[in-house]
């Protein structure tokens, strides 16, 4: 059997082992970039969606045996399974384009934003869709405006997880989308993203919103007070959002 072939036995019959293989296909991947055809990205995606389903499960059992003995064995496996998934991600973002069934994997990457509260999954996420989003000629998959909305809002989970890390590395991605000159015409969909940013628990971050939201309002004060009354909140509706609005009318009573 050749190397290819010990790798696709293993994507095609998902096990304890398939780890060591797709450690194995990332390694060969980063030097012999033709490695990856359409039956290894075929299969890829197949145990991808094998192995994130028995991820979900882990997760499941590592809550339900948190007093157990066990636990330690079991935080171990599935942190070793995100670290698999991080190679599947990456491996796909590299490969995939928009002639493949790149919404499949879409799909898992949604799920995974949704319930995965591992840091290295997350991470490897938000930096897929950072390069997907900007276009910095990494990938050749082009996400459509509604997959990128859709991705971003999901994203609005880190904000609870308590990772600031994480929180902030999206934070940056809505920063940069609103901070452009031109900015496409489905930012107005993105404004709950843009909202959460003004409660950041980071001062430096918190200021950076204000800013960009000061400078697109009126700066009379009768306007502003105007504006903010009509503005739509609906993505603070579950915190005391007066704060913010409080701080956008300070700003120019100081001036």
Same mark, same amino acid.
């Given at each position: 059997?050749?190397?290819?072939?010990?790798?696709?036995?293993?994507?095609?019959?998902?096990?304890?082992?398939?780890?060591?293989? /797709?450690?194995?296909l990332y390694v060969i991947d980063s030097h012999l970039n033709f $490695?990856? !055809?359409? %039956?290894?990205? =075929?299969? +890829?995606?197949?145990?991808?969606?094998?192995?994130?389903?028995?991820?979900?499960?882990?997760?499941?059992?590592?809550?339900?045996?948190?007093?157990?003995?066990?636990?330690?064995?079991?935080?171990?496996?599935?942190?070793?399974?995100?670290?698999?998934?991080?190679?599947?991600?990456?491996?796909?973002?590299?490969?995939?384009?928009?002639?493949?069934?790149?919404?499949?994997?879409?799909?898992?990457?949604?799920?995974?934003?949704?319930?995965?509260?591992?840091?290295? /999954?997350?991470?490897?996420?938000?930096?897929?869709?950072?390069?997907?989003? $900007?276009? !910095?000629? %990494?990938?050749? =998959?082009? +996400?459509?405006?509604?997959?990128?909305?859709?991705?971003?809002?999901?994203?609005?989970?880190?904000?609870?997880?308590?990772?600031?890390?994480?929180?902030?590395?999206?934070?940056?991605?809505?920063?940069?989308?609103?901070?452009?000159?031109?900015?496409?015409?489905?930012?107005?969909?993105?404004q709950k993203c843009f909202m959460i940013?003004?409660?950041?628990?980071?001062?430096?971050?918190?200021?950076?919103?204000?800013?960009?939201?000061?400078?697109?309002?009126?700066?009379?004060?009768?306007?502003?007070?105007?504006?903010?009354?009509?503005?739509?909140?609906?993505?603070?509706?579950?915190?005391?959002? +007066?704060?913010?609005?409080?701080?956008?009318?300070?700003?120019?009573?100081?001036?």
């Open positions: 059997k050749t190397i290819k072939d010990y790798i696709l036995n293993g994507l095609q019959h998902v096990s304890h082992s398939v780890h060591c293989q /797709v450690g194995m $490695f990856v !055809d359409n %039956t290894v990205l =075929l299969n +890829l995606v197949k145990a991808t969606h094998k192995i994130v389903s028995d991820y979900a499960t882990l997760s499941i059992s590592r809550q339900a045996s948190r007093n157990n003995t066990r636990r330690r064995e079991e935080i171990e496996r599935y942190l070793n399974v995100g670290l698999t998934i991080v190679d599947c991600i990456r491996l796909l973002a590299k490969h995939m384009n928009n002639n493949n069934d790149y919404r499949s994997f879409i799909h898992t990457l949604l799920y995974l934003i949704e319930k995965s509260s591992d840091e290295n /999954v997350l991470k490897a996420i938000i930096n897929i869709a950072s390069k997907w989003i $900007f276009n !910095d000629g %990494t990938y050749s =998959l082009k +996400l459509s405006p509604k997959e990128i909305i859709n991705l971003l809002l999901k994203m609005k989970r880190l904000e609870r997880l308590g990772n600031l890390e994480l929180y902030k590395a999206y934070l940056d991605i809505i920063l940069k989308l609103f901070s452009q000159q031109n900015g496409p015409e489905w930012l107005v969909k993105l940013g003004l409660r950041c628990n980071d001062k430096v971050y918190r200021d950076k919103f204000i800013a960009i939201f000061h400078g697109s309002m009126k700066k009379s004060l009768p306007i502003r007070m105007q504006c903010l009354l009509s503005q739509d909140w609906d993505g603070l509706s579950d915190s005391f959002w +007066l704060t913010q609005a409080l701080d956008l009318l300070l700003t120019i009573i100081q001036q």
